[in-house]
């Protein structure tokens, strides 16, 4: 029997109508380095059409064409999140931290129509300009370019165009069609993988609708109209995690960053706007936290009701240290570009003590109830949610990639990540607890096998971390002729501090089992990271490789 429920299209269109209205007062403001310059979400939807007509009426964009933005987190960056997917063109986020040649290669192999840039973006765009195919026709410079800047432009074969110029005076309303088909793309996003070139995942306007929806909830971020959101996490790394479009939906104003990323700026930025939920990788938060407490009394931070940290491993020291210290809560999720990004988020289950939460809380959290998970073991079978059976995590929902995207005109593309029965295979490796709490060890490329057993790289990094005098520190597997791998640990040592590396293996040594301590040991001026802010594992093994690493090696034989 069929339902007898209307069938409504689930639309980035809806979110754009409903927040410009029922919402219109909220604010979307840029940071520009000294003061926020705000924008009434009204204002916000009415350029949004007005950028549509740009798009459409002059520079002919129609149909599924993709356009492209290569902007940081700002005000024109959510208009262009607003009114390409609403009328029906597919937005097309470029990770401004790619290397040169990924970046002509993802512009390519989505076959961009147009490209929107902040001016102070153009020195990465125009060295690319020779490697672009002719599919890019337009290039709309955002922000003040001067004629040195738009000079960049000159061997470009289309047209470049102002973003103000170009939408003045246009109707500020536009017939965006509610009838698109919700399974359509609405965005791509590509990975920011460090190997092979970076996949292109396409998530329709369902599963950002569903997404958006799952955001807002109370067992996820939980935001309303009375939130200042500062999206830290760039709009080009997975939408900032749905960020744009959950705050349109509900009405929580938005305060953009821009480029001023930087611990100093964030945290003036934080005391004078006083935003209530901020989002970011464990990066950030390891730089903003070493300003705050060189800096007693400087600033206020206490607005941050909630912080959502991500991407990679949260320290459990990072945490604490901030509830403890600074009075905020670190929420911990996990999830990647595959997964739109939101998988689990690490709420504690109701009722329980803020010691009783504690362990909760450091885990990668709970799946929401459109997202299944399993743990798949070596062998290939699934294994039991006890918290102890490890495995690769593989996930199935609504807003799960299930391919990657082909290339304009190709089919997608299914490999090893898509499992023949409609599982993503995440690389990541861990546990599900009996109550759905997951555990991540590892990637798998990461996982250190040593004598036959699995040593966690994130368990050895987390536990130096919780050293007052280490900043970060990052541990990998390299070879050993007797265990086949062990773990070489790198660590940035704070200013001033006097931890030797005898001392930081003696403080491991209470925390972990004796046979998994690393033998080797460098410090290092920071570890190296990838386009997105996380820990550049493979970078650091080939340095190693190629020795230009200084190592020591300490209690060699105390492994047996
Ligand atoms: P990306 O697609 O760039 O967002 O990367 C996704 C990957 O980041 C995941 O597969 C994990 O390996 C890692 N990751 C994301 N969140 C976490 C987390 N909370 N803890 C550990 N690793 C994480």
Not at 8 to 16: A, F, M, N, Q, W
Not at 213 to 232: G, R
Not at 417 to 422: E, I, R
Request: glycine share 8%; with cysteine; net charge negative.
């Amino acid at each position: 029997m069929l339902s007898t429920m209307q069938d409504v299209p689930l639309t980035v269109g809806r979110i754009l109508a409903h927040g410009s209205t029922i919402h219109g007062r909220s604010t979307v403001t840029t940071w520009d380095g000294q003061k926020a310059v705000p924008r009434s979400f009204a204002e916000v939807g009415a350029r949004a059409a007005q950028l549509a007509h740009a798009l459409r009426d002059e520079l002919g964009v129609t149909g599924d064409q993709r356009v492209a933005t290569l902007m940081w987190n700002n005000t024109e960056h959510q208009e262009a999140y607003l009114a390409i997917p609403s009328m029906g063109a597919v937005l097309h986020t470029l990770n401004l931290r790619l290397p040169p040649q990924q970046l002509a290669f993802i512009i390519n192999h989505a076959a961009d129509h147009t490209i929107l840039v902040n001016s102070s973006l153009l020195p990465l765009l125009a060295p690319l300009l020779p490697q672009l195919r002719p599919t890019l026709r337009h290039i709309v410079l955002v922000g003040d370019a001067g004629d040195a800047a738009a000079a960049q432009l000159d061997g470009f074969a289309g047209t470049v165009h102002h973003y103000e110029e170009l939408i003045a005076d246009r109707p500020t309303s536009f017939p965006f069609p509610m009838d698109l088909d919700e399974r359509s793309a609405a965005a791509l996003c590509y990975t920011s993988g460090t190997t092979g070139d970076p996949k292109g995942v396409a998530y329709s306007h369902r599963s950002m609708y569903l997404h958006c929806m799952q955001v807002v909830s109370a067992e996820s971020f939980a935001f309303t109209d009375a939130d200042l959101i500062l999206p830290v996490v760039p709009m080009f790394h997975v939408n900032a995690w749905g960020i744009p479009y959950a705050a349109f939906m509900v009405g929580a104003s938005l305060l953009m960053p821009d480029r001023y990323l930087q611990p100093q700026p964030l945290a003036t930025m934080i005391t004078a706007e006083r935003p209530t939920f901020s989002a970011a990788v464990p990066t950030i938060w390891t730089g903003l936290l070493g300003e705050l407490d060189a800096n007693p009394g400087r600033y206020d931070v206490s607005t941050l009701r909630r912080v959502v940290i991500g991407g990679s491993a949260c320290p459990p020291s990072l945490m604490k240290a901030f509830e403890e210290r600074h009075g905020i809560t670190l929420i911990h999720a996990w999830g990647m570009t595959e997964t739109s990004p939101l998988g689990s988020v690490s709420l504690p289950p109701g009722g329980l003590s803020a010691e009783e939460a504690w362990p909760y809380r450091l885990t990668q959290g709970r799946f929401p109830a459109s997202v299944q998970v399993r743990v798949i073991g070596p062998d290939g079978t699934p294994m039991p949610h006890d918290g102890s059976s490890a495995g690769e995590i593989e996930v199935r929902g609504p807003w799960i990639a299930a391919a990657y995207y082909g290339g304009a005109g190709n089919p997608p593309e299914l490999g090893e990540k898509f499992s023949p029965d409609g599982w993503l295979r995440t690389g990541d490796v861990g546990t599900v607890s009996e109550d759905g709490y997951l555990t991540l060890t590892d990637r798998s490329k990461d996982v250190i096998k040593s004598g036959g057993e699995w040593i966690s790289s994130v368990e050895l990094e987390n536990e130096l971390m919780a050293h007052p005098d280490v900043l970060e520190a990052a541990v990998v597997a390299v070879p050993d002729e007797r265990w086949g791998e062990r773990p070489l640990a790198t660590v940035v040592l704070r200013p001033g501090a006097q931890a030797g590396f005898a001392e930081l293996r003696a403080f491991l040594a209470g925390r972990i089992a004796h046979w998994q301590l690393p033998e080797r040991w460098s410090v290092v001026e920071s570890v190296p990271k990838t386009s997105v802010g996380k820990f550049d594992k493979k970078v650091i093994r080939r340095e190693y490789a190629e020795g230009a690493l200084d190592v020591t090696v300490l209690g060699k034989d105390t492994t047996a």
